[in-house]
């Protein structure tokens, strides 16, 4: 572990994520990470009964209210800082005690650099502002940043219009993927899904009548093929003086929704590719702060597309930390309280496994290995598997989210159960059978 004393942990890091997903296991991941380095760590999370809340690396925990505008989201933070003030004493100095904030998705990142002024000096946040943001975060922006820097990116198209949006479906080749453009928009509870493969031009249809309800606008893009060494991602840290001493590659091994989902399996392997990728990247956006990009590699050209830029950790950035516990979210600490940030060092073939979506991977596609050679070669320090929940330092999380896990698929299940016994109801009886039509051919009777 890296010395203790390397840490401001005066400094309280305070984890903020606005979504509703009790099962963000990145949540959990950095709370771990910043409390194994003595740091006070606090979280805004959906509720106080969520798995990550039992962490004993988790001093206290806040309910975010469901539907909050940024200044509600600013007015939270200073009255939590203020219990944690109180619970901590004084600075001997008499002067406030700074506070960390890590935003963990995308509607927290956006809503915090719109009120970084307003929250700096108390608050410990990176140099980012909400433009910068939605350059990246915005899927149709992305495109369009891509295009002006030259980078590979999917075929994106925009409709404006139904007939528009099946023509433009058509042109790209079924099946295709639809994504909104702010996903952090949709409404809870309303079906829609961030990102959807769709198969027909009825369904293309059906889902362009939904952008008002969505919020954002209804990109069509190109489906890249998949494949078991396609799919890659990069996670990084820039400074604030622009240095990029912290970033590693990893290829995804399964995901959830299998072949165009989460990471389910991750493996840390070098690929200098995608790596000077992110780098032209950062440098032409000046970008600063925690980053999670997705790449797919087409086979036909050999490039890597990029697919998204998550202005954020991503849930599995454990994966990238180095045989001295340094990560991205340690990165961060360290250089926001004015600490040196230290090279990462490479652990290839270290893995990363997220239990109950590595599960559901196995169960779609059993047979499913990695590719030949992945992570292997003389470079390989190190291969420990870190799992996403279960960790023998911190059980009680893991034994939550199993239960959590159980409750959420059995609902799933009966919800299932009753839409098919409800579609049995409503289907029209089958017509009488007509009595069978009398042969014209004559009977031979045996004698």
């Not at 400094?11 to 997903?21: E, F």
């Not at 963000?24 to 950095?30: D, N, S």
């Not at 309280?337 to 991977?361: D, I, M, Q, W």
């Amino acid at each position: 572990m890296l010395r203790r004393q390397s840490f401001d942990t005066s400094v309280p890091a305070v984890l903020v994520r606005l979504d509703r997903n009790p099962f963000h296991h990145g949540t959990l991941g950095a709370a771990r990470s910043l409390g194994r380095a003595g740091i006070p760590v606090h979280a805004v999370i959906e509720s106080r009964t969520s798995p990550v809340a039992r962490s004993r690396y988790l001093r206290s925990a806040r309910a975010s209210p469901g539907e909050t505008s940024d200044a509600e989201l600013a007015a939270l933070l200073h009255r939590y800082a203020d219990e944690i003030e109180d619970e901590a004493g004084t600075a001997p100095d008499g002067s406030s005690t700074s506070l960390l904030v890590l935003p963990l998705d995308d509607v927290s990142a956006l809503g915090l650099a719109r009120r970084r002024a307003e929250l700096s000096p108390r608050f410990l946040l990176p140099e980012q502002t909400e433009e910068q943001l939605l350059r990246v975060a915005d899927k149709a922006a992305l495109a369009e940043t891509c295009a002006s820097l030259g980078l590979p990116h999917p075929r994106t198209e925009l409709p404006t219009g139904s007939d528009e949006a099946a023509a433009m479906a058509w042109s790209l080749g079924l099946p295709v993927v639809a994504k909104w453009s702010r996903p952090w928009l949709l409404p809870a509870g309303c079906g829609l899904r961030s990102t959807s493969i769709v198969r027909s031009l009825a369904e293309v249809r059906e889902l362009y009548a939904r952008t008002p309800e969505a919020g954002s606008r209804l990109l069509l893009q190109e489906l890249l093929p998949a494949g078991r060494d396609l799919d890659w991602f990069f996670h990084g840290y820039v400074d604030a003086y622009g240095g990029f001493t912290t970033g590693a590659t990893g290829r995804k091994e399964r995901s959830w929704p299998d072949g165009a989902g989460l990471t389910a399996v991750g493996r840390w392997t070098a690929n200098p590719a995608v790596e000077r990728t992110a780098r032209e990247l950062f440098d032409a956006l000046g970008y600063r702060g925690v980053c999670d990009l997705d790449f797919r590699m087409n086979r036909s050209t050999g490039a890597y597309h990029l697919l998204d830029f998550n202005p954020r950790p991503g849930a599995q950035f454990r994966l990238f930390a180095d045989a001295d516990g340094l990560d991205v979210v340690r990165a961060l600490h360290l250089d926001l309280t004015g600490r040196p940030v230290p090279p990462l060092s490479a652990a290839y073939g270290r893995r990363f496994v997220v239990e109950n979506y590595a599960a559901l991977s196995l169960l779609a596609s059993p047979r499913r290995r990695p590719a030949a050679g992945a992570g292997a070669g003389p470079e390989d320090v190190s291969r420990r598997t870190e799992y996403a929940w279960c960790a023998a330092d911190d059980p009680a999380p893991a034994f939550a989210m199993g239960l959590a896990w159980f409750g959420h698929l059995l609902r799933r299940a009966v919800a299932s159960a009753r839409r098919f016994l409800r579609s049995r109801r409503a289907r029209p009886p089958l017509p009488p059978a007509a009595p069978p039509a009398r042969s014209s051919s004559h009977q031979l009777t045996p004698r």
